[in-house]
């Protein structure tokens, strides 16, 4: 079955870096992947969205790339701030109406 | 307009008991999923809603678990004779149904059984 795989570890930056976040997915290629935020104590908030056919998808300071070969899509935030600090989580849909969530990286943006 | 509401926030109760989650969806919005997050834990499908068809629930982890949605808007996840590995945050969304929708989640609550 497709998993979708994000690195347990916390990612330790300082302000004004670009932070890079990692999913991969194990088995066939996702017609969408999705990427959202959540906050502790909150429900994940839509982020964005890029289709498989899409290389790379921007918004403000929010980048997320599709590599089909590498079964792997990066997120990147440009400019961090420690506002920007929070889980961010990978979901993978399009083969069925469910979508399938990673675990979540946990951001952690240093003033 | 208003976003998806969950009710209550926290809920404590002791182990055997059965107790119910109210999730409020968009309105118009024709999906709706219930999730389970356990601490450090990715999002768990549980049981997934579309309009009128019947649901999916290949999720649920047991037949102690079990949900409703009535009249295509509002849902109820109901536990019974609750355990202690049942403790989770328990989220709903609901999208307007298409695969590659976006989807609006609750605040989520918070389950502790004791």
């Known amino acids: 079955s497709q998993k979708i795989e994000q690195n347990s570890e916390a990612l330790n930056i300082q302000e004004g870096k670009t932070a890079t976040l990692t999913c991969n997915y194990t088995?066939?290629?996702?017609?969408?992947l999705q990427w959202y935020r959540q906050d502790p104590g909150r429900g994940p908030v839509f982020l964005l969205l890029?289709?498989?056919?899409?290389k790379e998808k921007r918004k403000e300071r929010l980048k997320v790339t599709f590599d089909t070969t590498l079964k792997q899509s990066l997120f990147h935030i440009t400019a961090s701030q420690p506002a920007d600090s929070a889980t961010y989580l990978c979901a993978q849909s399009g083969g069925s109406y469910i979508p399938t969530f990673g675990r979540g990286t946990s951001l952690i943006v240093h003033p | 307009g208003a976003g998806v509401s969950q009710s209550p926030s926290n809920k404590v109760t002791e182990k055997g008991k059965d107790v119910e989650l109210r999730c409020d969806p968009i309105?118009?919005?024709?999906?709706l999923y219930w999730y389970r997050q356990s601490l450090g834990q990715g999002l768990e499908f549980l049981i997934y809603?579309?309009?009128?068809?019947?649901?999916?629930k290949s999720g649920l982890p047991s037949d102690r678990f079990s949900a409703e949605r009535t009249g295509g808007s509002v849902s109820t996840l109901t536990i019974q004779r609750t355990q202690q590995e049942d403790s989770a945050v328990y989220l709903c969304?609901?999208?307007?149904?298409?695969?590659?929708?976006?989807?609006?989640f609750g605040p989520g609550t918070r389950l502790t059984v004791l």
């Open positions: 309105s118009g919005h024709t999906a």
């Open positions: 088995n066939y290629s996702p017609a969408y």
């Open positions: 809603f579309q309009g009128n068809s019947a649901p999916d």
């Open positions: 890029i289709r498989e056919n899409e």
């Open positions: 969304a609901s999208s307007l149904g298409n695969s590659a929708d976006t989807q609006y």
